[in-house]
């Protein structure tokens, strides 16, 4: 059934942690919502908040153009993607394989690349659109126990620069929003010690800044690395 004039999303990796509690947020704001993941955690949220869900792979093009054409085809438009993913392999620097490192490229940047060939000139015809990618802090500040991690998100930093510049006309604002620790994850005392407000990230915290990215609040808003970090990053 066709949901045409509301806002609409698409929230990849949406089965569980990150990606179901920006969902959610966005599905209690009004938001029309396809929820895509590798399993079916996003069928199950899906049911529950009902909306649409897709079982595929950020990392597989293939994937990624049969999300966009549902989106389509039930919308006729695609106001916000959240482009979240999964988590690349971790190790030794110099022990982690090739191939690792080429899965962590399909999963963490080019993910990107291929979502924004395949949403752009939707957004094109409708005079506009919001794509917030959800990175890390260690993208402005390395962990060697995150090498994947860091080393392709600073990447993808570089890229949302360049989309920018070539799409920004379009009024198609790319945002990458970069978490700390956040509640979906266990921390140690000596790492919540580390972080300014004293506590991790709340999901809701999340939902908001992407709502807020998507909005007219923040129309002038794009090209950017945004913390949501509670201070944890030293970087100025």
Known sequence: MSE?????????????????????????????LLLVSNGDGAARLASELGCLSFRGSAARKADIDAVVALALANWDRIDLVVNNTGHPARGELLEITDQSWHDGLDLLLLNVVRMAQAVTPVMQRQGG???????????????????????????????????????????????????????????????????PLR???????????VAFLASAGAGYIAGQNIRVDGGLARGL
């Open 4 to 32: 045409r004039g509301s806002r609409t999303a698409i929230v990849m990796a949406a089965g569980k942690g990150i990606g179901e509690g920006i969902a959610r947020y966005l599905a209690g704001i009004g938001y029309k």
């Open 129 to 195: 659109g919001a794509i917030v990618n959800i990175s890390t802090y260690a993208a402005e500040q390395p962990e060697l126990n995150y090498p994947v991690s860091s080393t392709l998100r600073a990447a993808l930093t570089a890229w949302t620069k360049l989309y920018t510049d070539a799409y920004g006309r379009f009024n198609i604002r790319m945002n990458n929003i970069l978490p700390g620790a956040m509640e979906n994850y266990p921390a140690a005392a000596d790492r919540i010690a580390a972080i």
């Open 199 to 209: 506590r991790q990230g709340r999901m809701e915290e999340l939902g908001r800044t």
